[in-house]
């Protein structure tokens, strides 16, 4: 496990940093983010994407937080 902004982070074994038609999602949980790694092209900002934790909204898109990783990572909030 590491930490990102005091908060952890869980990072799966399998994601590993790869380019192509990878992206990321950073998935906010109460107990603190997860890192899912999904294929295509990364929803835009304000896209509301289904996941196993309910619907979500793509609050913003970023670079991965993983060190050496270049994919974007779509950063997800719950929809109230």
């Known amino acids: 496990m590491s930490s990102y902004r005091g908060t952890r982070l869980k990072a799966r074994a399998s994601i590993a940093p790869v380019n192509g038609d990878t992206y990321l999602l950073f998935v906010s ?18 896209d509301v994407v289904e ?18 990783d270049s994919r974007r990572c779509a950063y997800l909030q719950p929809v109230s």
């Open 51 to 68: 996941e196993e934790d309910g619907r979500m909204r793509v609050s913003k898109l970023a670079p991965s937080p993983l060190p050496g």
């Open 29 to 46: 949980k109460p107990t603190g983010y997860e890192l899912r790694e999904r294929h295509g092209d990364a929803p835009a900002v304000g």
